[in-house]
C-alpha cells in the first residue's frame, strides 16, 4: 500500500501569492518522491490561462506570467533541493487540448515573449530546473520539439539554462 499526499493544484498555489509556502511544497514533494525511489516530477504546468475551462487549466498556476514564473521557481527550488529534478511543461504555447499534436499556435515575437515565454524564463534563471519539457504543438509553424530558436538560442543563449529537454 502506497499512501501520497494530495497537494494543492497550480491554480491554488498561486492564488496565494507566497513564495515561501510554494518552496515548502516542493520540498514536501522532494522528500517525498524521494521515499519512494522516484527522481523526476512531470510538472510544474506552466501555461498561460487563456479560459479557466480550459482542458489542463488547474495544471496552470495563471495568466499573469510573472505569477507562473516566481511560483514555480519556487516549486522548483524547493524540490530540487530534495534531489529531485521538476520538469517545467509544456514548453511553449500549449493553448488546447483537442488536436493539439497538429496544433499551430501563431503568435508575434512580442507576445511570445511578454506573455508565454516570460513565466519559463523567470523559473529558469531563478531556478535552474533540471529538465523542460516541450509542447506537442507547432509553434509559427514549427514543432516545439525542433525549434531552434526556442531550444537554444533563448533558452540556453539568453537564459543560460544547461538541463535537458523531454520531448
Known amino acids: 500500500f502506497m499512501a501520497v499526499t ?3 493544484v497550480g491554480m491554488v498555489v498561486a492564488q496565494t501569492w507566497d513564495n515561501e509556502m510554494a518552496k515548502l511544497q516542493g520540498e514536501g514533494m522532494g522528500k517525498e518522491l ?4 522516484q527522481s523526476v516530477i512531470l510538472g510544474p504546468g506552466m501555461n498561460i490561462h487563456r479560459d479557466p475551462l ?8 495563471s495568466e499573469d506570467p510573472l505569477i507562473t ?3 514555480a521557481a519556487a ?21 488546447k487540448e483537442t488536436n493539439r499534436n497538429s496544433s499551430d499556435s501563431r503568435v508575434s515575437e512580442r507576445a511570445l515573449r511578454e506573455i508565454y515565454l516570460k513565466g519559463f ?3 529558469v534563471k531563478e531556478a535552474q530546473p533540471w529538465s523542460i519539457m516541450t509542447s506537442y504543438n507547432f509553434l509559427n509553424g514549427i514543432e ?7 531550444l537554444t538560442n533563448i533558452t540556453r543563449g539568453e537564459w543560460g539554462y544547461e538541463g535537458i529537454f523531454m520531448t
Open 144 to 150: 516545439t520539439s525542433e525549434n531552434k530558436d526556442l
Open 69 to 71: 514564473g516566481k511560483m
Open 54 to 61: 480550459g482542458g489542463r487549466a488547474f495544471e496552470y498556476y
Open 34 to 37: 524521494e521515499t519512494y525511489s
Open 75 to 95: 516549486i522548483t527550488e524547493g524540490c530540487q533541493s530534495k534531489g529531485v529534478s521538476i520538469t517545467l511543461k509544456h514548453f511553449t504555447t500549449n493553448n
Open 6 to 8: 494530495g497537494y494543492p
Open 121 to 123: 524564463e523567470i523559473a
